[in-house]
């Protein structure tokens, strides 16, 4: 008889979501704030497959089937723009990407 | 037994995401992002969701981190000066931290209203590749097409986008 139960998986999922939430705030690097973007992503399927599992239901997990294809075009997308960035600006850096400020 | 290796799976997880936030290295960063995936897709197998663990290293740890990788490399970024966190900054980390401190202190304390089936007297559904295909080839037909036509349009995105315009080089 195991003692895990819904609540552990729920907490690990808050944990993961919050340090890719802090992340995002704190770092200067697009492609690291990128990765903590990723990070809140998978905590949220931590919490879906959960659900799913501890209520004997299919969607949260088709669910989670549909998240992996969307991040995986997401980050595609958006690694093409942050070459593209880099390209033109020749820095990921946030603080130095500011042509929209004044 | 599952317990210590939940726990196990669990500190892999967390451990590994404060590695990606702190680390002063991109790639170092990345690569602890890999060690996370593979804690999750561990929780994902002691869920019974076996078909996603397996997905999860196939998209995630096999194709996204890779493709960080490379970007990483191929910028070539330096390290980057250390600067002190503007104020609005440090502002927003003081709020992200009192969420995070309300939403666990509210999950520990109300979890109890409503206590779950236990997992044992549940049938793990995900575990079988037919409720997968059951759900997939009739509930959400539409949305598997949708998001075929998704990766399809992300596709030609990428191709734009990392396309070099030669009329547009005086656009700046």
């Known amino acids: ?102 | 037994m599952s317990d210590i290796i939940f726990h196990v799976f669990a500190f892999l997880t967390i451990g590994s995401s404060v590695a990606v936030v702190i680390n002063h290295n991109a790639v170092n960063s990345a690569l602890a992002f890999l060690v996370g995936l593979f804690g999750v897709a561990g929780l994902f197998v002691l869920l019974d969701s076996f078909l996603l663990a397996v997905l999860m290293i196939l998209v995630y740890a096999g194709a996204v981190v890779a493709l960080f990788l490379f970007i990483i490399m191929l910028l070539d970024m330096k390290g980057g000066e250390r600067k002190a966190f503007s104020k609005p900054t440090a502002i927003a980390g003081l709020i992200g931290a009192a969420l995070l401190a309300v939403c666990s202190t509210s999950l520990a304390k109300g979890f109890n209203l409503l206590p779950p089936a236990d997992a044992a007297s549940v049938i793990p559904v995900g575990a079988t590749l037919r409720n997968y295909a059951d759900q997939l080839f009739t509930v959400y037909l539409l949305p598997v097409q949708v998001v075929g036509f998704l990766l399809l349009i992300a596709m030609l995105g990428v191709i734009v986008l990392s396309k070099k315009f030669e009329g547009l080089e005086d656009v700046k």
């Open chain 1, 1 to 102: 008889m195991s003692s895990i139960g819904l609540f552990h998986y729920l907490m690990v999922a808050t944990l993961m979501f919050s340090i890719g939430f802090v992340g995002v705030l704190i770092r200067k690097n697009t492609l690291v704030i990128y990765m903590c973007l990723e990070l809140m992503l998978v905590a949220s399927t931590i919490a879906l497959v959960a659900f799913s599992r501890f209520n004997g239901t299919m969607d949260g997990n088709v669910f989670v089937f549909f998240i992996l294809t969307v991040a995986a075009a997401e980050v595609a997308v958006g690694l093409a723009i942050i070459v593209a960035l880099f390209r033109r600006r020749q820095t990921v850096q946030v603080e130095e990407l500011n042509a929209l400020k004044n």
